[in-house]
Nanobody, 116 residues
Framework: QVQLVESGGGLAQAGGSLRLSCSASGSFGSITGMGWYRQTPGKQRELVAVITTGGSTNYAESVKGRFLISRPNAKNTVYLQMNSLKPEDTAVYFC??????????WGQGTQVTVSS
């Protein structure tokens, strides 16, 4: 079983920054990727950023150049540095991890609110 614990959400002003973190713990095999989705009421969950164990990254067009995903030393913690925040970034952010077994586990979600 894998547990993902997120932190770092909260309230920011437009143009400000927040950093989210997500740590995976438990008994599991190799992690192949970690990333972040976000969701607002009435909308589908949207991929924000992903990073593979090899260090490859991918971002939603809406956050490119503003958000940076990292996973230092390919350990079990992933970060999402969010800069130049916009009100439309307001959402619940969920981290996930993909395992070599093919399983995907999710965090509980953390609220990010950006005021204009």
């Amino acid at each position: 079983q894998v547990q993902l614990v997120e932190s770092g959400g909260g309230l920011a002003q437009a143009g400000g920054s927040l950093r989210l973190s997500c740590s995976a713990s438990g008994s599991f095999g190799s992690i192949t990727g970690m990333g972040w989705y976000r969701q607002t009421p009435g909308k589908q969950r949207e991929l924000v950023a992903v990073i593979t164990t090899g260090g490859s990254t991918n971002y939603a067009e809406s956050v490119k150049g503003r958000f940076l995903i990292s996973r230092p030393n390919a350990k079990n913690t992933v970060y999402l540095q969010m800069n130049s925040l916009k009100p439309e970034d307001t959402a619940v952010y969920f981290c996930y991890t993909d395992l070599r077994s093919g399983s995907r586990y999710w965090g509980q979600g953390t609220q990010v609110t950006v005021s204009s």
